[in-house]
């Protein structure tokens, strides 16, 4: 017999309840793309701050759709950004690795979003 696998993000919704779990898919949508773009604008500008507060923001929300890949990279993005004269090579490399992750999980939260709204 398979183990069943829950799906976080389904977890949520019957959680919060239809009505409320389309107010916070909403809010979640909105969170993750702030930080897909807070991310690519630290990321152009330098600002290590920035990009600290962003990826800590991603580890957050990746931890709560169960993204434990992308939590990860967060984690290894925000230690990079912690570092004195981090290694832009492996900082852009990490990003892209995130961008990568983080466009699917935008995508399954507005199809959850989609299917709640009325």
Avoid: Y
Wanted: hydrophobic residues 45%; aromatic residues 2%; without cysteine.
């Amino acid at each position: 017999m398979a183990a069943l696998v829950s799906d976080p993000l389904q977890d949520l919704v019957r959680m919060a309840g239809p009505a409320a779990a389309a107010e916070l898919f909403a809010r979640f949508d909105e969170d993750l793309q702030t930080t897909r773009s807070g991310l690519g604008r630290a990321a152009a500008s330098g600002d290590l701050a920035a990009l600290r507060g962003h990826s800590h923001v991603l580890m957050a929300l990746a931890g709560t759709a169960g993204e434990a890949e992308l939590q990860d990279k967060a984690q290894r993005l925000n230690g990079l950004a912690r570092t004195a004269g981090p290694d832009l090579t492996a900082l852009k490399a990490l990003l892209g690795e995130i961008d990568s992750r983080i466009a699917p999980l935008i995508g399954r939260v507005q199809r959850i979003a989609g299917e709640l709204s009325p």
